[in-house]
């Protein structure tokens, strides 16, 4: 089987929330999101064959003190 070419958009935002609040400082939020228009197609190798990951998107809250 040939795979044929692909194409993903992946984004990430990120905020400082020390920027809005003084208080806040040290806090950040981050949104990743990978394969944003949840294009799942099979990739075959010698042998074997599987699905490209779906849509995912993974927020987080970092503190540094």
């Keep these: 089987m040939n795979?044929?070419?692909?194409t993903f958009v992946d984004a990430a935002l990120r905020y400082d929330l020390?920027?809005?609040?003084p208080?806040?400082?040290?806090?950040k939020l981050?949104?990743?999101a990978t394969n944003l228009l949840d294009q799942v197609d099979?990739?075959?190798t010698t042998g074997?064959?599987?699905?490209d990951e779906g849509r995912k998107?993974?927020?987080s809250v970092?503190?540094?003190?």
């Excluded at 795979?3 to 692909?6: K, L, Y």
Aim: one cysteine or more; a positive charge.
């Design 3 to 6: 795979n044929g070419a692909r």
């Design 18 to 21: 020390g920027k809005l609040n």
């Design 23 to 27: 208080s806040m400082e040290g806090v």
């Design 30 to 32: 981050q949104v990743n």
């Design 42 to 44: 099979q990739v075959c």
């Design 48 to 51: 074997f064959c599987y699905y």
């Design 57 to 59: 998107i993974v927020g």
């Design 62 to 65: 970092r503190y540094r003190f």
